[in-house]
C-alpha cells in the first residue's frame, strides 16, 4: 500500500511537541536540588562557627560588619546583548551535504529559559536571554552584600537552551552530533565568614519523540566549566573563553524525530542572614552555537 502525499508531508513536517522542554526543567531542577543541599550543609558549619566567635569577642561582629560593607572583588559587568561581531551568522543553509553528513546553522527551532527563584527577577540579576538569530544564549546572577535586593534564600539559578529537530536517513543508524560552541566567562565570589558557591555547566541532550506528548530522554551530557566556593575572608574570581569540545552518538532511526538541545546552565548560592557575617556571588557568561553537525551511519 502506497503512502499518500499528505501522509509523506505531515511525517517530514517538524514536531510541534509542547512537552519538549519537560526533560531540560526537570535536569535543571535536579542539579538545582543537589547544589542547594551541598550548599545549605557547608553554610550551617559557617553559621556555627560564626555563632562562636560572636560569642567569644564583640570585636568579632563589628570586625565582620565593617568587611561586609567592602565591595571586593570589583566586577565589570558584561552587556547581556549581542557585540556587533556575534550578529554575523555563518551563510551555510540547514541542508544535508552528503548522506553521511548533515550541517545545521540558527535559527534553530526551539529555545528555552529558566530563572529561579521566582523573588531573582526583582534583584540587580539580569538572568538568562536567548538570541535565536544568532544562536547566543547569556546568564546573568549577581548579588552583593547588604543593603542591596536579594533573592529570596540567599541563591538563584538560571538555564538557557537552543533545540533543534533531527531526523536520520536511514532506518536504523548511529548518529554522532557535535556542535560549534563558543564560550565567555566572568565569575567572582567572596566571603565575610559566611560561605558563597559558583557553578556553572555547557550541556547536551537529545530527546527521542516516540508519539505525540512522549518524549524520551536518550541522551544527557554536562560537563562543568567552574564549581568554586568560599568562605572565612576569601576572594575568588576567574575569566576567560574558548571553545567548548564536544561529540556525542545516539542511536536513531528515519522513522522518529529527535530534538537536539545545546543548554547552559548556572548558578549562586550567598548569604541573606541577619547573622555575624556574610557573602556574595556574581558570574556572567555567554555562549553561541553557529553550527551543528550530524554524522551519521546507514
Sequence with gaps: MSVS???KTSTEQKPDEP?????????FEQDLR???????????RAEQVSEVLAGMDQRFVELSASIARLEAPVIARRDPNPSPGELHTLSLVTTGSSDRLFFATPPYDRTWTTFQPPGAAGTAARGPSVYPQQASMFIDLTETYVDRPVAEGGWMYAGAGLGLWFKPKA????????GLVEYSYDWADSSSLQVAHNRAQLCVMVQ????????ETILDTRDQLWADGTSWYEDHSDSGGGYWPNQNYFWGTSNDW?????????GIDFSTKATIGSSKAWQGWHTR?????????A
Excluded at 34 to 44: G, Q, W
Excluded at 171 to 178: E, L, N
Excluded at 258 to 266: A, K, R
Excluded at 289 to 297: D, K, R, Y
Design 5 to 7: 502525499s499528505e501522509n
Design 19 to 27: 512537552e519538549a522542554t519537560l526533560a531540560l526543567d526537570q535536569a
Design 34 to 44: 543537589t547544589s542547594r543541599n551541598a550548599y545549605l550543609r557547608a553554610s550551617r
Design 171 to 178: 532506518p536504523s543508524t548511529y548518529v554522532r552530533v557535535s
Design 208 to 215: 527521542h519523540r516516540r508519539g505525540p506528548g512522549d518524549m
Design 258 to 266: 529527535y530534538l537536539v538541545w545545546f543548554w547552559m546552565n548556572g
Design 289 to 297: 552555537v553557529p553550527l551543528m553537525v550530524f554524522e551519521q551511519w
